[in-house]
Nanobody, 124 residues
Framework: VQLQACGGGLVQAGDSLRLACAAS????????LAWFRQAPGKEREFVAA????????KYADSVKGRFIISRDNAENTVNLQMNSLNSGDTAVYSC??????????????????WGQGTHVTVSS
């Protein structure tokens, strides 16, 4: 499975941004697709995830109510709509895929496939 993320950029606080991740290869058996982020000097943290089959979602408390994750199985894409961005959202965002399940994991170690990161910078 290959993952390709795009959509990052430089925005002002309060703005919105939409990230997209395209999956290719053996995608049928994937359980969940997720977004993680890593800010400079900090550890990678879970942002949001969605199950491929039923569309169940999970969000980090820090983004709940502001970010929306969605998927399009026909296009093999997962999107992250980020609203009301603030400087704390500045990070490199990466998409990841989990083949195992059955729960939605927030641990990076549980994800088998990773895409390259896309930079999101929010200026205040």
């Amino acid at each position: 499975v290959q993952l390709q993320a795009c959509g990052g950029g430089l925005v002002q606080a309060g703005d919105s941004l939409r990230l997209a991740c395209a999956a290719s290869g053996r995608t049928l058996g994937l359980h969940a697709l997720a977004w993680f982020r890593q800010a400079p000097g900090k550890e990678r943290e879970f942002v949001a995830a969605i199950t491929r089959r039923y569309g169940n979602t999970k969000y980090a408390d820090s983004v709940k109510g502001r970010f929306i994750i969605s998927r399009d199985n026909a296009e093999n894409t997962v999107n992250l709509q980020m609203n009301s961005l603030n400087s704390g959202d500045t990070a490199v965002y990466s998409c990841a895929a989990d083949r195992k399940g059955p729960v939605i994991s927030t641990a990076p170690s549980q994800y088998h496939y990773w895409g390259q990161g896309t930079h999101v910078t929010v200026s205040s």
